[in-house]
Each structure stands twice: as C-alpha cells, then as structure tokens.
C-alpha cells in the first residue's frame, strides 16, 4: 500500500537531525531541536470538496531550517458551502471522509528565524472515501450494473510531492501568515465499486479520476496557513 511509503519518508524526515550527534554533543541536540514552534491551520482547506479541517505544527531546526508536520480530517458534516452552488456530481456524493498527512522542510533564505522567503520539499498522504447512489451503466453495452437503492463507495489514496517557494511573515511577534506555491507529482490510487454511477465514463480525460486505476499526475500547490508562534524562554 502507498502510505508505508508516506511513513518510511516521515520516519527518515523526523530522524535526520539526531544522526549528526556524539556522545559529548548536549549544545548539538540544543541547537538542532530549538524549541521555538509555531501552530498552523490551513482555513481554505474547509471549502475544498473533501472540507478538511487542517492543523499542523512548525518547529525550527539549525541553520534557518524548520520541519512541519500536519493532519488533516473533513467530513460531510464540515461543509461550509450551500448545497444549492455545488455540483450536481458533489450533491450526490454521502458518507465523505478524508484523511491526510503531511510534513515540510523548509530552509529560509536570509538566514531569519521562521520568516521570510523559504524553499521547501513536501510529502503528503491522502486516504478519502465517499459513496454514490447504484445503477451505472457499461460504456460498451449501456446494460445498468448495480441496484439504483443502494450507495456504492468509491475509496482514493495519494501519496504526494511537491517543492516550494513562499514567504513567512511575522506580525508583533506572535502571529504568522505563510503563503506559498507549489509543484510536483501525485500518485493516486482509486476503487470504485462496481454499480457506482461513477464507474464508468464516456470521457477517457477524468478531471476528478473516479473511474478504478492508478494515475501518476501532476501535483500544484497554491494557498496561505495563518498561525501563532511560540518563542523560547531563555
């Protein structure tokens, strides 16, 4: 499965800084795990179709790197939007679930402290879910498959990276806005239930890719996290 992937990236991301250590290093692990951290959420995240409820935290590491760690949770019940502007595909979709996971290196490019222009490497993790009612058709023989009465899911994972370019900036001391810009690839991997309206399609070009597959896609980046930081007590 594509998120034993994901882990084994976290794992190496989060152990990379003790790997320079000696045993007479105590000012080392002081530098390298300084406690200055910030706490983020992502507020456009809720508006996406999977309205996904974003936080995340940020912790500066040696020579002007920090590492960010988010999760991510959404459900039907999170959306903001009125269903009278949705989409007719996003009206019939029940049950949603999202899950994702993320981590960021960042490395600022004027030797600042947690702000000012940054690049960065991000992986993520995405499991989401939703179902549709029966009662599709085959693109071949236009016969129904499934029961019109029932809901039929269709399951997605993603294992995302992307590099970045943004700027963190910091308001009386406290308060962060971080925007960015991104590119990469994206591996998806979609189960669709046979009977789904969603399992077959004219179109052989899926912008949303509900039919069953693997797809390797780009990936683009572009939004903002507002947040509060946390200094260190000398």
């Known amino acids: 499965m594509i998120y034993r992937y994901f882990f084994i ?3 190496l ?3 990379h800084p ?9 000012v080392v692990f002081k530098k390298v795990w300084n406690p200055n951290f910030a706490v983020k959420v992502a507020p456009l995240r809720i508006f996406e179709p999977y309205h996904t409820f974003q936080v995340g935290v940020a912790y500066r590491l040696a020579y002007q790197t920090t590492l960010e760690h988010e999760i991510g949770y959404g459900t039907s019940a999170f959306n903001l939007i009125n269903p009278s502007v949705l989409s007719d595909r996003d009206k019939e979709r029940n049950n949603l679930r999202n899950f994702r996971l993320s ?16 690049a960065g490497l991000t992986v993520g993790y995405r499991n989401s879910s939703f179902s549709v009612p029966g009662g599709a058709t085959t693109c071949e023989t236009s016969t129904v498959m499934g029961d019109p009465t029932l809901d039929y899911y269709t399951t997605k994972q993603d294992l995302t990276c992307r590099f970045l370019l943004g700027k963190q900036c910091i308001f009386e001391q406290r308060f962060l806005l971080d925007y960015y810009a991104g590119i990469g690839f ?12 969603l399992a077959c399609s004219q179109s052989t070009i899926e912008i949303d890719h509900t039919i069953t597959g ?9 939004g903002f996290k507002v947040g ?3 200094h260190k007590r000398e």
């Open 9 to 11: 990236i976290i794992l």
């Open 13 to 15: 991301l989060v152990a």
């Open 18 to 26: 003790l790997w320079g250590q000696t045993d007479s290093s105590t």
């Open 103 to 118: 981590t960021t290196a960042k490395i600022f490019l004027h030797k600042m402290k947690m702000k000012g222009l940054y």
């Open 186 to 197: 994206k591996y998806l991997v979609v189960d669709t239930e046979e009977g789904s309206t």
């Open 214 to 222: 693997n797809y390797f896609l780009p990936a683009l980046a572009l």
């Open 228 to 230: 509060i930081l946390f």
